[in-house]
């Protein structure tokens, strides 16, 4: 049974570029949340996808932008780039029969 | 918001009990998790407790919930150098599908 899954593993942008972010969640699964980590820092709640639509969102700016499709799997968008985003971006999967999440093994992304 | 509290360092022998700690001010929090990230990855789930329980254990892992002081530890016996991780405490209301985090607890096991 295979867990959930991200990619890339690690990524490199510049300032102003924008980036896509993949995750497929555990079998079984139908919501997709997405946290940022930032380094010594706890998760931080970017939204949470469910039935192809954006459910809860945290307090992100609207560069940060995602998608689910019929396959529950999700992505993550952030546009235009800044140094502050450089971060551990992790993905976590979950069903609505409980709720618990299970999380991914990240994607590391840089900004130069 | 919630509010959840964890102590940033923890350092322990090799075969003693580690307890790590965490306070949180939400009484509504109905689901408590505790998570383990080892450098560079993601986060696994260890274990969680639901609101009506005191404790709860897992072979190495005893889980206590003090509702009254709204304190959570998460109890490792037989410490080993494979436990070195940062720990991280979770709460969840049943109002809400978003579990919020500590800042985490990093242990480090020593010989």
């Known amino acids: 049974d295979a867990g959930v899954t991200q990619s890339p593993t690690h990524l490199i942008k510049t300032r102003g570029q924008q980036v896509t972010l993949r995750c497929s969640p555990k079998?079984?699964?139908?919501?997709v949340s997405w946290y940022q980590q930032a380094l010594g820092q706890g998760p931080q709640f970017i939204f949470q996808?469910?039935?192809?639509?954006?459910?809860q969102r945290g307090n992100f700016p609207d560069r940060f932008s995602g998608h689910q499709f019929p396959n529950y799997s999700s992505e993550l968008n952030v546009n235009a780039l800044l140094l502050g985003d450089s971060a551990l971006y992790l993905c976590a999967s979950s069903s609505t029969a409980t709720d618990t999440q299970y999380f991914g093994p990240g994607t590391r992304l840089t900004v130069l | 918001g919630e509010d959840v509290e964890q102590s940033l360092f923890l350092s322990v022998r090799e075969g003693d009990s580690s307890v790590i700690n965490c306070t949180y001010t939400d009484s509504s929090s109905t689901y408590l998790y505790w998570y383990k990230q080892e450098p560079g990855a993601g986060l696994q789930l260890l274990t969680y407790?639901?609101?009506?329980?005191d404790m709860k254990q897992d072979q190495r892992l005893t889980v206590l919930l003090n509702k009254k002081d709204k304190h959570l530890s998460l109890r490792i016996a037989d410490t080993q150098t494979g436990d070195s991780a940062i720990y991280f405490c979770?709460?969840?209301?049943?109002?809400?599908?978003?579990?919020?985090f500590g800042r985490g607890t990093s242990l480090i096991v020593h010989p």
């Open positions: 996808y469910y039935e192809e639509e954006e459910r």
């Open positions: 979770a709460l969840r209301s049943g109002g809400s599908y978003i579990p919020t």
């Open positions: 079998s079984g699964h139908d919501t």
């Open positions: 407790i639901f609101s009506n329980m």
